[in-house]
């Protein structure tokens, strides 16, 4: 079955480190999404590419983080530096297209020390 | 932007008794989706509805599109223990001229035995 995959599964980092986490969407899937989700909280959208373009990064840090698929398959999101604040799960998804049914990723839990 | 409104935040149940939740939002939403998520997981999707009125049954969970287009019920019938987690409403969100996706901040369901 088709899947969204994430690594790593699980990530520790003192402040003031760079952290990155990637994510493969389903084969074919144009949409891809970053979500960041805080414990007890739905997820946040982050950045939101069609193919290789971004079409939405009004939620992003932008100072701090970035996001990149070069290629319009793989994704890769990095913070630098990271904050104590940054730990949370951070979720990748991808979708046929926009405004329909988005499919998950396990996530990367971040924790900052 | 969005809002979605869950409600009940929690539910503490019985084995076998059927569950009604619910989900609101402030403007009109063309597309509702349900995901449940367990611990250290990302979301799973149950349910997606793309048409007022529409209802849609995925096993012993039911789901409707409200007819305003402001608000979604999720029902699951018979509880059995597999069905513990947080399930969380979804629509399109409008920003950046792209469609990602709100989320509301879940119902936690726990099943006494």
């Known amino acids: 079955e088709a899947e969204v995959a994430q690594s790593p599964r699980y990530k520790i980092t003192e402040k003031s480190q760079a952290v990155a986490f990637w994510c493969d969407p389903i084969s074919g899937h144009a949409t891809l999404y970053w979500y960041r989700q805080i414990l007890g909280q739905g997820p946040e959208l982050l950045v939101q590419f069609q193919d290789e373009s971004v079409v939405d990064d009004s939620q992003l840090p932008k100072d701090r983080f970035s996001a990149e698929r070069l290629k319009g398959v793989d994704s890769t999101l990095k913070i630098q530096p990271a904050e104590l604040g940054d730990s949370a799960m951070y979720l990748c998804?991808?979708?046929?297209?926009?405004?329909?049914?988005?499919?998950f990723g396990q996530g990367t839990r971040l924790t900052v020390v | 932007g969005q809002q979605l409104n869950q409600s009940p935040q929690s539910m503490f149940i019985q084995e076998g008794e059927d569950v009604s939740m619910n989900c609101t939002s402030s403007s009109i939403f063309n597309t509702w989706l349900w995901y449940k998520q367990d611990p250290g997981e990302g979301p799973v999707l149950l349910i997606a509805?793309?048409?007022?009125?529409e209802l849609t049954s995925n096993g012993r969970l039911t789901a409707q599109f409200g007819i305003t287009r402001k608000d979604s019920f999720l029902n699951i019938s018979a509880s059995i223990p597999s069905d513990v987690g947080i399930y969380f409403c979804?629509?399109?969100?409008?920003?950046?001229?792209?469609?990602?996706?709100?989320f509301g901040k879940g119902t936690h369901l726990i099943i006494q035995p």
């Open positions: 509805l793309y048409k007022a009125g």
């Open positions: 998804a991808s979708s046929l297209g926009t405004a329909v049914a988005a499919f």
């Open positions: 979804a629509g399109p969100y409008s920003g950046g001229g792209a469609d990602g996706l709100t």
